[in-house]
């Protein structure tokens, strides 16, 4: 069957969906979400977590970054059926994950994300905190079910720390800090190293949002799973890249410890 995707109904793009199944997956993550081939240039994925928050980010994304610097595969449509299960239509990328990858022998990974994270934080959303859209963030820093509502100002994100951070009679002020691309989940399994052995892929813009710049590197110790050979190298050459001030270090550690908030109890 061949499907259309810019011209399908939404009907169509559905049930194509559903028949496929999980059967025919190219991917399936731990969310739920899976990833089918619809063509061989286009791909769904699709699932209850995949939302249009997460395709609007992925969007943002590709006619905002520089293509010499980092891709993301093009978002050709999303849908959503009545259960709630999102469907992205997207870019197939081919190549290598760079989990397959020796970190060893390829030592140019370590630097370029580094690059890639300096150059998303040069990209600048002054609007609202978080994704864009009506949802809020979602993510190792929001804990186990994100935020439902969106941040409607940096003040809104401020009062959800602060409630978090009165348990150690701390608070937090994110309003001098400017807020940039961040993507939040930069694990290997989501970074693609192309088929001509240079162009670097960043896939699942889940996590996705505005925040300030040294958000990207709260999140890196928290991924999952955790990856040593390259979390390790990568936290101390960002750390390097950004040299933090000491508000920017202060302001990150009670980010973490609202984290450990968020997590530890029902608020």
């Not at 820093?141 to 401020?158: E, M, Q, R």
Request: hydrophobic share 40%.
């Amino acid at each position: 069957m061949a499907l259309h995707v810019t011209t399908a109904s939404k009907e169509e793009l559905i049930h194509f969906c559903i028949q496929r199944g999980k059967e025919n997956a190219v991917f399936a993550d731990i969310t739920g979400a899976i990833v089918v081939k619809v063509t061989p240039t286009i791909v769904v994925k699709w699932g209850y977590s995949v939302t249009a928050a997460e395709a609007a980010m992925q969007e943002f994304a590709y006619k905002n970054i520089n293509p010499d610097i980092v891709r993301v595969p093009r978002v050709h449509r999303f849908v959503q059926d009545e259960l709630g299960r999102g469907f992205l239509f997207m870019d197939y990328v081919p190549g290598q994950k760079l989990l397959d990858l020796d970190l060893t022998v390829h030592t140019e990974i370590i630097p370029r994300i580094t690059n890639i994270i300096d150059h998303l934080g040069k990209i600048e959303h002054g609007r609202k905190p978080g994704p864009i859209g009506e949802k809020g963030p979602q993510g190792y820093l929001w804990g186990d079910d994100g935020v439902d509502k969106a941040f409607v100002s940096v003040a809104h994100l401020n009062h959800y720390l602060n409630r978090r951070l009165s348990y150690r009679n701390d608070s937090i002020d994110l309003s001098p800090y400017p807020l940039v691309l961040c993507h939040m989940d930069l694990v290997r399994r989501n970074i693609i190293l192309g088929e001509d052995g240079t162009s670097i892929y960043l896939l699942d813009w889940a996590h996705a949002g505005f925040y300030p710049r040294f958000y990207e590197l709260a999140a890196l110790p928290c991924m999952s799973p955790y990856d040593e050979p390259y979390e390790k190298p990568l936290i101390a050459a960002v750390e390097s890249m950004m040299q933090l001030t000491d508000d920017e270090k202060r302001d990150m550690k009670l980010v973490h410890y609202a984290r450990a908030a968020t997590l530890r109890w029902q608020l």
